[in-house]
């Protein structure tokens, strides 16, 4: 009988239809795909007759499915899966049977090995094929162009999807087998192994297998794998599949890092950990660097095992760590990671044996080493390590300092998300800090203190008896040694003269006298006598202990050896039993009384210890708040968010900063962030919305009182923006009524507050009412008696405050129609009657807080009353009333001459100071509602019934045309037109009526406001007749209000109110002026225009105050473009230098907004350059350099960089001295010159040529080329790089001879330079405050001085200087801009250097 032949797995499916030779199996026949069918039926019958090894004579039937398997049919291949899984089913069932059978022939064997490879070889075939259909139309699905893509999804992988989960389990029920059996006792074959195993790695390749919905998938491919490696030695091969499978597809790390610490856990398989971790550490950390696919394949396996199985990557981390040398810093983060989940999971607690502590101490030196590490995602992942570290309590005490000063210091970092993650870390060192709840370290200083003294006065009382048990007996007679023995030698010397010997012992001494006798002498430092007592006692008590010879050569051994043994008592006398135990007693009361001490020393050294360290942990915290509080205004979102949130949970631990950072962050409520804002309401919705009280009323207390802290001594802008938080929790819902309820009690003082607290909560009233307008409108009556009584004006804040408050329902009315009538109330309610009433009664009394009331009043009362102007007529009529009266009585008190010294006088009368500043206070502020209240409300009420008289002369003309239903509709449509038209003029018309009222009404005869400006024209004509600083102020502020009535009146008075801004000594009238006449350079702009100059030299006002109110002022104006900016702004740049940081500050807000309007920036800078450089500004070099870099930063755009070079080059020309040369390669040295910018420096070379003799000029250019000499350029850049420094060389050597030239005697002489003024500071000097009355001569008018410096101009045409630019009319290849003549900053002369002074 032919022995059947034997079926060798293939490596290629195409190797079976080759002869391998002879006793192997070989296709016969690959079946067409019609065929298939019928083919598969005869299997399925063979089958059932012959069970699985009819695969034998069918195996061609299945292989042709393989081999057709794209073109044939869903059902053949349906059908095929499901037959082989049944054959492969059957023969798994009946293995156990067969491989147990002792009496299994050899032919038998040899079939059933063929049929289970053969059965394998089809099951896992059709198992990889139905796999790369399912991959390709996971593929197709993920494609977002493809049609129909559900449908052929649906079509090819719904039935392998289903079944592939049983298959699995099927193989790996079938490894499971003790399948050696069939090999005859050997090894089961490799390629059978390979064979089983390799559909399982080809699942895994799939990219979806990460899902959820194939996570029972994932476990029968991890427990199939564990079968080969358990009972098929598949460890090796494992080993190398999966550390290249890593490295190729990404998403199989976490699938694989759960499949390992399955294996370790459940199947014992450890030693695989080692052997993939040693695989991976193996491999050249420069290889890593060049593969980022395979690195962070790597990566996540290591970080993910670390976190499941981390004491075995622990056994096994010396073979990862030469990776954290290497170049790739996603394995040192996984490296590094995995140390942390050791850390945490392994190598936590108190209890770690020393090489556990060893190691963990390495462990941590290496994360903060790498706390520093050259790659930022490095340091960010370092730090989000310690911070799981911290949060897990992982973290030894002795780190905390050290780590905590990391984490300060990369606060620093230039990365942002380092520095999020450094806020994040520090945070959750406060959360999670082992010290206290309350870590203010003002108050640990004071406890620290006093617990180191405490400590100290124990170690001094514990310095003696904590000395003696230290000495041990045998140590003091090893001291006294040398002594003793040198008193035994005299023994046996002569006596010298001066001695006397001891007398014989007498028989009746007792041996323990004796003792007792030579041990006192010893203690008494006596050593000669007792050495010669224990000589005669030796003789006396022979044999006697302690006195018996040992059998020493010599006397004096023995002698010593009896003192040695008395001394130490170590040989206690005969019948001695008894003391002896009471003395080993009495010396274990000693030791308990003297460790008792000790126990308190250390208690104590521990208390100063931790004392100590909480100190230092709040300083270092302390240290952090400051930097991070300069944070919340970063361009980064998420750092400002980091920012905010560690601020609420440094609140919680009672550091006193907190609440500055708390206060800090409430501007960014206006933040156009959306993150930011929510940010801010949700850090003050945890601060003081949830406070930990139990009833409401607690939580109400609580709310009102952290809110009232927050406005103690709070500014302007902060109460601004707690009233935009506040409103907005309002708006919400998110503050309770009984808050509510608590503020109305103390504002009526049923709930007892202090006058602050009351103050603050007639604030926090305003603030939620601008959310709930109902909360003012329904208790209208209460804020009007209560907070108007006689009770309340004592210094009128609160009547100031209520004002404000009601003044919401102005700024708050209701929702409603467009042309909804204004809210206001009627000119008799009760209100108006309160204000007038106190407002008049506090005319009369002296107070400095009767103003800012008067002119809420006022404003509230223009807001809210019909007749408004009536109401303030009364008011204005009753307090002029007053002051006659005074006066009245002043002149009838005329003879008593001793006056007081705070009253004015013009020879007629006296009047005190104060009345006169409240009328002239009251009646600026009047005029300027006045003015606001025709302006705004009257002309919104004009439109407002015009707009409705149209529309209902409109419904009543629609009515009129649909009734008589004419043939044509072009009446219509004119009558439609002519309307828009009359509603189109209107809107001048109304203004023009408004215009007319201020200019020809308000301010006649006959109008009550003409009264009293003789009065405050002469208190501003006469500063030495009224020279009350407040007076002078309030005059000058109400001549500006009364200039904003009337053109004509303002026209009349400007030069007085420019003469005042300028002469004035008194700091506070020019801060007043200066905004005056910035708001009538709004409402008057082409009166004001000549006088802008004016408005320019106030930037240099020797005082602070006044400079920075100037910076303002023309901030709003110059960004508002109320007024034109020439190169007079270079007074604006001299703000940069100023020693004030906060007017710094506002030159600095200047130039960044205006530098996001375009290229203003940019088409300023030439003239500020030029004026800045000039020899007479009085700009210092170093302090030139400083304004420049400053607005160089906002040169960012390479063709203004171009631009700019050329324009710089080309003002060489016109530079006179060496210090304008000096500034302008400054200049050009801070450009980022770029390559054409180098093309612009070569093609404009003769323009600066000259001046290169200068050895400042010449070391800047120098630096400009240096530039491209450390960055990589390219050889036609550095050609010419090269070429520009040999010109600039030559010209600089040439300039040198030549000047040596001059010098050694030429006649002519080199052009001498400017003759310069000391500066004795970086600022210019301040104006002086004397000045020529010729400066303030009115300046004609526009058309005037354009029509005379047209007449004067000269006949020739000057050559116009063309510039390039990056204006956006422009082209954008070639951006040119022309400075014509009229638009060339002119010389001007400033009003100071027309002064006496600085003419001589």
Known sequence: MVAAPEFHLPLVPADLLRDGGPGRYVVREVLAARELPPALAAFRAAFRAQGALAVLEHFDCVYSVLHHFRTVGTSVKEDALELMMRVVSHHSNEL???LSDSGLSHADRAAHLNALKMNCYLLTGLMDAFEMETCKSSCLEADPGRKNRKNHAKTSGSLWEEEREPLLRLLTQLLQL????????LAVEEEFVSLMTGSCYRILENPSIGLQRYRVTREAVTHLLAAALVQCDHMFSATLKITQMLQHFEHVAPVFAQAVSLWAKEYGLKS??????????????????????????YATFISELAEQIPALVLSNMSVLLPHLDGESYMMRNAILAAMAEVLVQVLNGNQLEEAARGTRGKFLDMLQAHVCDVHSFVRSRVLQLFTRIVQCKALPLTRFQSVVSLAVGRLKDKTVLVVKNAIQLLAAFLSNNPFSSKLSWIHLDEPLKKEVQKLKEMRDRSRPTAVAPVITPEEEWEAMLPEVRAATQQLFQPLQEEEEELPLLEVEETVERTVEQITGLLKKLNYKNAARLTQKALCRFQGKEPFVAPGEENEEATILGVLKRLYIGSCPGENSENPAHDNSSDKIEEVVQEEQPQTELVKQEMLVHYLQDAYNFSVKITEALNLISKMMYENSVSVVQEAIEFFVTVSQFGMPQALLGVRRMLPLIWSKEPGIKEAVLNAYRQLYLSPSKDSERAKAQALVHSLSLIMVDASLGTIQCLEEIISEFMQKDEIKPAVTQLLWERFTEKSPCSSLERHATVMLLGMMARGNPEIIGSNLDILATVGLSEKACENYRLPQEVCNVIFKLAGNPKPALENCAPFRLPQNHMLFGCLSETVSKGFAQPSSHWIPFMEAAVTLIYQLAEGAEEICADILHVCSQQALEKLQEADEQKADAGGSPRRVSDGSGSLSTFLLLHLVALVGQVALQQVAYLEVSVSAELRRRRLLKEEKTKKQSDTSTKKQRPQSTGNKTTMEEELGLVGATADDTEAELIRSICETELLDGKHLLSAFVPLVLKICNNPGLYNDSALSAAAALTLGKLCMISSEFCDSHLRLLFTMMEKSTL???????????????????????PWTSHLYARLRDPCPSVRQTAGLVMTYLILKDMVKV????????????DPEEAIVGVAQNFFGELANKG?????????????????????EEESFHTIMRHLFSYITKDKQTESLVEKLCQRFRTASTERQYQDLSHCLALLPVSERGLHKLQDNYDCFADKLQHPAVYNCFQTVLARFHRAGVKPETKALVEELEQKLSASHNRGLDSAETCQDGSQTPMPAPAKQKPIGSSRRQPLSPANSDNAFVTPPSRILRNHKRAQKRPPRKRAIVTFSSDEENNSEDELLAELREEETPTKTTPITRSSARRRR
């Open 96 to 98: 156990p049977a067969i």
């Open 1126 to 1137: 020439k190169g007079q702004v270079s007074e604006m740049a001299t703000l940069l230098i």
């Open 1159 to 1179: 290229n203003a920036v940019y088409n300023l800078l030439p003239d500020i350059i030029s004026h800045l450089s000039d020899p007479n500004s009085g700009i």
């Open 1067 to 1089: 700091p506070d009238v020019r801060s007043n002026l200066i905004i005056a006449a910035g708001d009538l350079a709004i409402r008057f702009p082409n009166l004001l225009e």
């Open 178 to 185: 003790d399948l050696r059996q069939l090999w005859r006792g």
């Open 272 to 297: 695989l950990v080692g052997e993939l971790l040693r695989e991976i550490g193996q491999k050249c950390p420069q290889d890593l660097a060049r593969e980022a696919s395979g690195v962070k394949g």
